[in-house]
């Protein structure tokens, strides 16, 4: 059975290494899912004030008809950036129309430090309880000093990431199936 991902990183650079490390993962999928990567770009500053903008209702559309999600987030002051906060903050407003609830859900990660943006993986992870989803633990995938593992092609050149990116998506790919099963037998 086919599994539709949706996957998008919390860096709106040019050059990022998690949109890289998205990009990479796209090669690594299991034959049976497909992903389309979503850009944060041009999300405006969260306002619940205001009507959703068109990008945000697409942004929640594309959320809701996916069977599971791929983040990858940069950490940014030992957590998630502001710009992934506000797009998370976007699509679970109002509470009663949460994207989020209940969808399965992948962590990544590239940094250029040590930890390889460990500590904004369990930030992330935090908020997944509020939003209701439901996350794969493991294998935990973090480039470390992304700025030596990525060659000019976006090629990243560490197996052992890569090893662990492939099984981490053929984990989150069975629990889309598993959670489809359960939404079918309402027990989900
Ligand atoms: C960083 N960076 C960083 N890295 C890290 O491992 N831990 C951290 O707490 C921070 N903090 C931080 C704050 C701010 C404001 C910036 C701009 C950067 C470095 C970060 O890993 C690096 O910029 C990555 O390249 C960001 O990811 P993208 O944009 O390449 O995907």
Do not use: C
């Not at 919390?10 to 290494?17: A, I, M, Q, W």
């Not at 439901?134 to 000093?145: A, C």
Request: glycine content about 4%.
């Amino acid at each position: 059975e086919h599994v539709k991902i949706l996957a998008f990183a919390g860096s709106l650079r040019k050059d990022s290494y998690n949109k890289k490390l998205l990009k990479v993962a796209q090669a690594l999928l299991p034959s049976n899912a497909t992903m389309e990567i979503f850009d944060l770009e041009g999300i405006p500053p969260f306002n619940p004030d205001l009507e959703p903008p068109e990008i945000v209702k697409t942004f929640k559309a594309k959320i809701k008809s996916a069977d599971a999600l791929l983040i990858a987030t940069p950490e940014y002051n030992y957590s998630i950036p502001g710009v992934l906060k506000n797009a998370i903050d976007w699509a679970s407003f109002p509470p009663n129309d949460n994207a989020f609830d209940g969808k399965p859900v992948a962590v990544i990660s590239a940094s250029i430090g040590m930890l390889g943006g460990a500590r904004a993986q369990y930030h992330l992870r935090q908020i997944f309880v509020f939003l209701n989803m439901i996350p794969v633990n493991r294998p935990e995938v973090f480039v470390t000093f992304a700025h030596k593992k990525f060659d000019e092609n976006g090629n990243l050149m560490d197996e052992d990431a890569k090893k662990f990116l492939k099984q981490l998506l053929e984990n989150l790919v069975n629990l889309a199936k598993l959670v489809k099963i359960g939404k079918e037998m309402k027990i989900l």
